[in-house]
């Protein structure tokens, strides 16, 4: 299974979490992929610091106006952008707005690519 895939995975999982409340356990297959885990895991432990990122660079909205599945296609892509030196930048934020045009509405891919540039220019600019 390709990363992209793991990655769809992830945010599904993340997604489900976030909609029905039911535990990540009980959500993520057992023969989840390690990196699909690791996504999952690192992704919901980190949880507030991204929705703290979210709500600042997406002017106009609050976090809970966001769709929750383009919520959770931001924060496994702000994990990898500021959490995983192994991920390119570009590589996060070009997976998340591709997963955004195969899952989410006409606006979603423009808005989350718009969110992640400001993380990661303000990331860049605090090195």
Excluded at 11 to 35: C, M, S, W
Excluded at 60 to 83: F, H, S
Aim: aromatic share 4%; hydrophobic share 45%.
């Amino acid at each position: 299974m390709r990363r992209t895939e793991q990655r769809r995975a992830a945010v599904v999982a993340l997604y489900q979490h976030d909609v029905t409340g039911r535990p990540l356990d009980e959500i993520v297959d057992r023969n989840a992929k390690p990196f699909t885990r690791e996504l999952v895991e690192c992704t919901a432990a980190v949880q507030p610091r991204l929705d703290e990122l979210i709500e600042r660079h997406s002017v106009g909205w609050t976090l809970d106006r966001i769709a929750p599945l383009e919520r959770n296609i931001l924060r496994v892509a702000l994990y990898e952008l500021l959490d995983r030196d192994d991920v390119p930048d570009e590589v996060a934020i070009d997976e998340a707005v591709e997963a955004a045009k195969e899952l989410c509405g006409a606006e979603a891919p423009a808005f989350i690519n718009g969110i992640l540039g400001s993380v990661q220019r303000e990331a860049v600019a605090s090195q």
